[in-house]
Protein backbone atom coordinates (compact mmCIF):
# COMPACT_ATOMS: atom_id res chain seq x y z
CA UNK A 1 0.00 0.00 0.00
CA UNK A 2 1.44 3.61 -1.07
CA UNK A 3 2.20 5.81 1.71
CA UNK A 4 0.13 9.18 2.76
CA UNK A 5 3.12 10.91 0.49
CA UNK A 6 2.65 8.44 -2.29
CA UNK A 7 -0.55 8.81 -2.52
CA UNK A 8 -0.50 13.06 -2.46
CA UNK A 9 2.29 12.82 -5.20
CA UNK A 10 0.42 10.38 -7.26
CA UNK A 11 -2.77 12.65 -7.16
CA UNK A 12 -0.49 15.95 -8.20
CA UNK A 13 0.94 14.04 -10.72
CA UNK A 14 -2.01 13.32 -11.95
CA UNK A 15 -3.78 16.68 -11.71
CA UNK A 16 -1.10 18.59 -13.40
CA UNK A 17 -1.22 15.90 -16.45
CA UNK A 18 -4.79 16.03 -16.71
CA UNK A 19 -5.22 19.59 -16.66
CA UNK A 20 -1.88 21.05 -18.21
CA UNK A 21 -0.45 22.99 -15.27
CA UNK A 22 3.09 22.35 -14.93
CA UNK A 23 3.92 20.08 -11.85
CA UNK A 24 5.93 22.54 -10.23
CA UNK A 25 3.14 24.74 -9.71
CA UNK A 26 1.13 22.47 -7.41
CA UNK A 27 1.71 22.36 -3.96
CA UNK A 28 0.37 20.24 -0.93
CA UNK A 29 -2.11 22.83 0.50
CA UNK A 30 -3.39 24.77 -2.74
CA UNK A 31 -6.96 25.32 -3.07
CA UNK A 32 -7.38 23.38 -5.92
CA UNK A 33 -9.94 24.77 -7.76
CA UNK A 34 -8.01 28.35 -7.81
CA UNK A 35 -5.21 26.74 -8.90
CA UNK A 36 -6.61 24.59 -11.37
CA UNK A 37 -9.47 26.87 -12.40
CA UNK A 38 -12.31 24.00 -12.40
CA UNK A 39 -15.40 23.86 -11.99
CA UNK A 40 -18.30 21.46 -10.64
CA UNK A 41 -18.16 19.43 -14.22
CA UNK A 42 -14.43 19.41 -14.21
CA UNK A 43 -14.25 18.12 -10.54
CA UNK A 44 -16.29 15.64 -11.54
CA UNK A 45 -14.26 14.85 -13.96
CA UNK A 46 -11.08 14.69 -11.72
CA UNK A 47 -13.03 12.43 -9.23
CA UNK A 48 -13.44 9.88 -11.91
CA UNK A 49 -10.00 10.00 -12.83
CA UNK A 50 -8.61 9.25 -9.11
CA UNK A 51 -11.49 7.19 -8.16
CA UNK A 52 -9.88 4.74 -11.85
CA UNK A 53 -6.43 5.99 -10.88
CA UNK A 54 -7.04 4.53 -7.28
CA UNK A 55 -8.95 2.11 -7.54
CA UNK A 56 -10.98 3.44 -5.58
CA UNK A 57 -14.73 4.82 -4.57
CA UNK A 58 -14.97 8.43 -3.60
CA UNK A 59 -18.99 9.21 -2.50
CA UNK A 60 -19.14 13.04 -3.50
CA UNK A 61 -20.07 14.13 0.02
CA UNK A 62 -16.77 13.16 1.13
CA UNK A 63 -15.35 15.94 -0.57
CA UNK A 64 -17.33 18.59 0.29
CA UNK A 65 -15.57 21.27 1.79
CA UNK A 66 -12.46 19.62 0.69
CA UNK A 67 -10.56 21.99 -1.18
CA UNK A 68 -6.64 21.27 -1.08
CA UNK A 69 -4.30 17.92 -2.41
CA UNK A 70 -3.60 17.19 1.23
CA UNK A 71 -6.59 16.85 2.58
CA UNK A 72 -7.87 15.06 -1.10
CA UNK A 73 -5.06 12.68 -0.41
CA UNK A 74 -6.20 11.40 2.64
CA UNK A 75 -9.65 10.81 1.88
CA UNK A 76 -7.97 8.48 -0.69
CA UNK A 77 -5.76 7.07 1.83
CA UNK A 78 -8.35 5.89 3.68
CA UNK A 79 -9.66 3.64 1.29
CA UNK A 80 -7.13 1.79 -0.60
CA UNK B 1 -33.71 16.10 -38.93
CA UNK B 2 -31.84 19.39 -37.53
CA UNK B 3 -33.28 20.59 -34.28
CA UNK B 4 -31.71 22.85 -31.38
CA UNK B 5 -31.43 20.61 -28.75
CA UNK B 6 -31.97 17.30 -30.25
CA UNK B 7 -31.50 15.96 -34.04
CA UNK B 8 -31.77 12.92 -35.62
CA UNK B 9 -30.90 10.84 -39.02
CA UNK B 10 -30.87 6.76 -40.42
CA UNK B 11 -27.48 5.77 -41.67
CA UNK B 12 -27.17 2.55 -42.68
CA UNK B 13 -30.65 1.13 -40.36
CA UNK B 14 -29.45 2.83 -37.71
CA UNK B 15 -31.42 5.77 -36.17
CA UNK B 16 -28.92 8.34 -34.03
CA UNK B 17 -31.01 10.40 -31.72
CA UNK B 18 -28.34 13.47 -30.77
CA UNK B 19 -28.48 15.46 -27.92
CA UNK B 20 -26.96 19.04 -28.58
CA UNK B 21 -27.94 21.48 -26.35
CA UNK B 22 -25.50 23.58 -24.49
CA UNK B 23 -24.24 23.35 -21.84
CA UNK B 24 -24.63 20.26 -20.90
CA UNK B 25 -28.50 19.05 -22.56
CA UNK B 26 -30.62 20.27 -19.39
CA UNK B 27 -33.53 18.35 -20.03
CA UNK B 28 -36.18 21.89 -21.02
CA UNK B 29 -39.53 22.88 -22.62
CA UNK B 30 -37.08 22.96 -25.31
CA UNK B 31 -35.80 19.39 -25.73
CA UNK B 32 -39.06 17.73 -24.83
CA UNK B 33 -41.18 19.23 -27.55
CA UNK B 34 -37.92 18.35 -30.12
CA UNK B 35 -38.08 14.98 -28.47
CA UNK B 36 -41.74 14.69 -28.86
CA UNK B 37 -41.07 15.73 -32.43
CA UNK B 38 -39.29 12.82 -33.26
CA UNK B 39 -41.25 10.47 -31.44
CA UNK B 40 -44.13 11.68 -33.53
CA UNK B 41 -41.94 10.47 -36.56
CA UNK B 42 -40.86 6.97 -34.74
CA UNK B 43 -43.51 4.70 -36.29
CA UNK B 44 -41.77 5.78 -39.68
CA UNK B 45 -38.21 5.60 -38.62
CA UNK B 46 -38.34 2.42 -37.22
CA UNK B 47 -39.67 0.77 -40.21
CA UNK B 48 -36.03 1.21 -41.78
CA UNK B 49 -34.38 0.53 -39.06
CA UNK B 50 -33.19 -2.46 -36.50
CA UNK B 51 -31.61 -0.33 -33.76
CA UNK B 52 -31.70 3.11 -32.07
CA UNK B 53 -28.67 5.35 -30.50
CA UNK B 54 -29.20 8.21 -28.04
CA UNK B 55 -25.84 9.72 -27.80
CA UNK B 56 -24.28 13.55 -26.78
CA UNK B 57 -22.68 15.67 -28.77
CA UNK B 58 -21.44 17.89 -25.81
CA UNK B 59 -18.28 17.59 -24.40
CA UNK B 60 -19.60 18.00 -20.46
CA UNK B 61 -21.53 14.22 -20.61
CA UNK B 62 -24.71 12.97 -21.68
CA UNK B 63 -26.91 14.98 -19.87
CA UNK B 64 -27.25 16.64 -16.93
CA UNK B 65 -30.92 16.49 -16.31
CA UNK B 66 -33.79 18.78 -16.26
CA UNK B 67 -33.49 22.17 -16.73
CA UNK B 68 -33.82 23.63 -13.12
CA UNK B 69 -33.44 26.96 -14.04
CA UNK B 70 -36.53 26.90 -16.20
CA UNK B 71 -38.46 24.56 -13.63
CA UNK B 72 -37.46 27.45 -11.20
CA UNK B 73 -38.62 30.24 -13.02
CA UNK B 74 -42.10 28.85 -13.93
CA UNK B 75 -42.70 27.65 -10.94
CA UNK B 76 -41.94 30.76 -8.80
CA UNK B 77 -43.73 32.75 -11.31
CA UNK B 78 -47.25 31.03 -10.37
CA UNK B 79 -49.09 30.52 -7.58
CA UNK B 80 -48.95 26.72 -6.33
CA UNK B 81 -52.02 24.78 -8.14
CA UNK B 82 -51.07 26.29 -11.72
CA UNK B 83 -47.38 25.80 -10.86
CA UNK B 84 -48.05 21.94 -10.14
CA UNK B 85 -51.04 22.04 -13.07
CA UNK B 86 -47.50 22.81 -15.34
CA UNK B 87 -45.22 20.82 -13.89
CA UNK B 88 -47.61 17.71 -13.65
CA UNK B 89 -48.39 18.48 -17.97
CA UNK B 90 -44.80 18.79 -18.36
CA UNK B 91 -44.08 15.05 -16.64
CA UNK B 92 -47.13 13.09 -18.22
CA UNK B 93 -45.55 14.43 -21.37
CA UNK B 94 -42.03 13.68 -21.13
CA UNK B 95 -43.24 10.06 -19.69
CA UNK B 96 -45.30 9.12 -22.73
CA UNK B 97 -42.22 10.28 -24.97
CA UNK B 98 -39.87 7.81 -22.98
CA UNK B 99 -42.29 5.22 -22.76
CA UNK B 100 -42.84 4.86 -26.40
CA UNK B 101 -39.09 4.97 -26.48
CA UNK B 102 -39.21 2.40 -24.23
CA UNK B 103 -42.09 0.16 -26.22
CA UNK B 104 -39.73 0.31 -29.47
CA UNK B 105 -39.61 -3.18 -31.32
CA UNK B 106 -35.83 -1.29 -32.50
CA UNK B 107 -32.86 -2.56 -29.63
CA UNK B 108 -31.67 0.94 -28.62
CA UNK B 109 -28.37 1.82 -26.93
CA UNK B 110 -27.33 4.63 -24.78
CA UNK B 111 -23.96 6.07 -25.74
CA UNK B 112 -22.98 7.82 -22.32
CA UNK B 113 -19.97 9.82 -21.32
CA UNK B 114 -19.26 12.04 -18.46
CA UNK B 115 -21.98 13.88 -16.37
CA UNK B 116 -25.22 11.75 -16.87
CA UNK B 117 -27.18 12.54 -14.23
CA UNK B 118 -31.03 12.48 -12.89
CA UNK B 119 -32.91 13.31 -16.10
CA UNK B 120 -30.14 11.74 -18.09
CA UNK B 121 -29.78 8.87 -16.59
CA UNK B 122 -33.63 8.62 -16.68
CA UNK B 123 -33.22 9.23 -20.44
CA UNK B 124 -30.43 6.15 -20.26
CA UNK B 125 -32.16 3.90 -18.27
CA UNK B 126 -35.41 3.66 -21.04
CA UNK B 127 -32.72 2.47 -23.36
CA UNK B 128 -32.12 -1.45 -23.89
CA UNK B 129 -28.23 -1.34 -23.46
CA UNK B 130 -25.90 1.49 -21.75
CA UNK B 131 -22.48 1.91 -23.16
CA UNK B 132 -20.75 3.52 -21.33
CA UNK B 133 -17.15 5.75 -21.25
CA UNK B 134 -14.49 5.82 -18.49
CA UNK B 135 -15.50 9.24 -17.88
CA UNK B 136 -18.92 8.64 -17.19
CA UNK B 137 -20.60 9.87 -13.69
CA UNK B 138 -24.23 8.66 -12.64
CA UNK B 139 -26.08 9.93 -10.14
CA UNK B 140 -29.49 10.62 -9.02
CA UNK B 141 -29.36 13.69 -6.68
CA UNK B 142 -32.81 15.26 -6.82
CA UNK B 143 -33.50 14.66 -2.79
CA UNK B 144 -31.25 17.54 -2.39
CA UNK B 145 -34.00 19.61 -3.77
CA UNK B 146 -36.69 17.98 -2.23
CA UNK B 147 -37.57 15.56 -4.71
CA UNK B 148 -37.70 12.33 -6.07
CA UNK B 149 -36.81 11.59 -10.20
CA UNK B 150 -39.54 12.17 -12.33
CA UNK B 151 -38.80 11.10 -15.18
CA UNK B 152 -39.27 7.50 -14.62
CA UNK B 153 -36.33 6.58 -13.14
CA UNK B 154 -36.86 4.62 -10.26
CA UNK B 155 -39.46 1.92 -11.77
CA UNK B 156 -36.57 1.87 -14.92
CA UNK B 157 -34.16 1.49 -12.28
CA UNK B 158 -35.71 -1.46 -10.52
CA UNK B 159 -36.27 -3.22 -14.11
CA UNK B 160 -32.73 -3.29 -13.78
CA UNK B 161 -30.90 -3.55 -10.87
CA UNK B 162 -31.38 -4.64 -7.10
CA UNK B 163 -33.29 -2.67 -4.25
CA UNK B 164 -30.52 -1.97 -2.32
CA UNK B 165 -27.88 -0.26 -4.73
CA UNK B 166 -31.16 1.94 -5.80
CA UNK B 167 -31.23 3.28 -2.15
CA UNK B 168 -27.77 4.26 -2.32
CA UNK B 169 -28.07 5.81 -5.35
CA UNK B 170 -31.59 7.64 -4.27
CA UNK B 171 -31.22 8.21 -0.64
CA UNK B 172 -27.79 9.51 -0.71
CA UNK B 173 -27.29 11.39 -3.50
CA UNK B 174 -23.83 10.08 -4.43
CA UNK B 175 -22.63 10.02 -7.60
CA UNK B 176 -20.48 6.67 -9.60
CA UNK B 177 -18.56 5.87 -12.15
CA UNK B 178 -18.73 3.59 -15.14
CA UNK B 179 -16.80 0.97 -13.20
CA UNK B 180 -19.23 0.39 -10.97
CA UNK B 181 -22.30 1.20 -12.94
CA UNK B 182 -20.91 -1.83 -14.87
CA UNK B 183 -20.74 -4.04 -11.27
CA UNK B 184 -24.07 -3.39 -10.14
CA UNK B 185 -25.22 -4.81 -13.63
CA UNK B 186 -26.49 -0.91 -14.98
CA UNK B 187 -23.87 -0.70 -17.65
CA UNK B 188 -23.22 -3.55 -20.46
CA UNK B 189 -19.71 -2.41 -22.12
CA UNK B 190 -17.17 0.40 -20.41
CA UNK B 191 -14.81 1.73 -22.74
CA UNK B 192 -12.25 4.23 -23.21
CA UNK B 193 -12.68 7.76 -22.63
CA UNK B 194 -14.22 8.95 -26.26
CA UNK B 195 -15.10 5.07 -27.45
CA UNK B 196 -18.84 4.99 -26.52
CA UNK B 197 -20.15 6.10 -29.88
CA UNK B 198 -17.81 4.26 -31.89
CA UNK B 199 -18.78 0.64 -29.61
CA UNK B 200 -22.28 1.80 -30.17
CA UNK B 201 -21.88 1.77 -33.74
CA UNK B 202 -20.21 -1.57 -34.01
CA UNK B 203 -22.84 -3.34 -31.25
CA UNK B 204 -25.42 -1.49 -33.45
CA UNK B 205 -23.94 -3.27 -36.48
CA UNK B 206 -24.28 -6.66 -34.54
CA UNK B 207 -27.86 -6.40 -34.23
CA UNK B 208 -28.63 -6.04 -37.83
CA UNK B 209 -27.54 -9.76 -38.45
CA UNK B 210 -30.92 -10.83 -36.10
CA UNK B 211 -34.27 -11.37 -37.52
CA UNK B 212 -36.34 -8.29 -36.36
CA UNK B 213 -39.74 -9.93 -35.47
CA UNK B 214 -37.11 -12.52 -33.19
CA UNK B 215 -35.11 -9.80 -31.09
CA UNK B 216 -38.73 -7.12 -30.81
CA UNK B 217 -39.92 -10.40 -29.23
CA UNK B 218 -37.49 -11.38 -26.94
CA UNK B 219 -37.22 -7.65 -25.94
CA UNK B 220 -40.78 -7.44 -25.18
CA UNK B 221 -40.86 -10.44 -23.07
CA UNK B 222 -37.58 -9.63 -21.10
CA UNK B 223 -38.33 -5.51 -20.58
CA UNK B 224 -41.54 -5.28 -19.22
CA UNK B 225 -42.84 -1.19 -19.07
CA UNK B 226 -43.78 -0.78 -15.61
CA UNK B 227 -46.86 1.22 -16.48
CA UNK B 228 -48.50 1.48 -12.98
CA UNK B 229 -45.21 2.94 -10.81
CA UNK B 230 -44.42 5.10 -13.27
CA UNK B 231 -47.96 6.95 -13.30
CA UNK B 232 -47.59 6.72 -9.19
CA UNK B 233 -44.03 8.37 -9.72
CA UNK B 234 -45.59 11.70 -11.03
CA UNK B 235 -48.19 11.63 -8.09
CA UNK B 236 -45.58 11.47 -5.59
CA UNK B 237 -43.51 13.99 -7.88
CA UNK B 238 -46.32 16.45 -7.20
CA UNK B 239 -47.29 15.62 -3.91
CA UNK B 240 -43.56 16.67 -3.17
CA UNK B 241 -43.11 19.50 -5.83
CA UNK B 242 -46.13 21.48 -3.42
CA UNK B 243 -43.81 21.10 -0.29
CA UNK B 244 -42.56 25.17 0.37
CA UNK B 245 -39.02 23.14 0.99
CA UNK B 246 -38.44 22.13 -2.73
CA UNK B 247 -39.08 26.09 -3.97
CA UNK B 248 -36.35 26.94 -1.92
CA UNK B 249 -34.27 24.26 -2.73
CA UNK B 250 -34.18 25.02 -6.16
CA UNK B 251 -33.88 28.41 -5.58
CA UNK B 252 -30.63 28.05 -3.76
CA UNK B 253 -29.53 25.63 -6.55
CA UNK B 254 -29.78 27.94 -9.52
CA UNK B 255 -28.32 31.00 -7.57
CA UNK B 256 -25.53 29.05 -6.00
CA UNK B 257 -22.12 30.31 -6.69
CA UNK B 258 -20.99 26.93 -4.75
CA UNK B 259 -18.01 25.20 -7.21
CA UNK B 260 -19.90 21.74 -6.31
CA UNK B 261 -23.28 22.47 -6.39
CA UNK B 262 -24.61 19.03 -7.38
CA UNK B 263 -23.43 17.82 -3.79
CA UNK B 264 -26.73 17.09 -1.80
Known sequence: MPTAEQTLDEILNLAAAHFKVPREKLSPDDDFFKTLGIDSLQTLDLLTKLENHFRVELPDYELQGVNDFRTLASKIQVRL | MKNQAISWEVKDGVIELRLHRAPSNELGSLSLQELEQFVAVLDDLERESHALIIHSQMSSGFCAGADLRELQERSSAMQTP?????????????????????????????????????????????????????????????????????????????????????????????????????????????????????????????????????????????????????????????????????????????????????LP
Do not use: M, W
Open chain 2, 82 to 262: RALEGVRGFLERIHRALNRIDASPLTTIASVHGVTFGGGLELALVCDLIIADKTTRFAFPELRLGLIPGFGGIPRLKRDVGNAVIRDLLLTGRSFNATKAQQIGLVSQVVAEGEALRTARATAAQLAKFDRYTAATAKRFIKPIPYDELKREIDIFCDLFSRPAVQQGLKKFVESKDAQPY
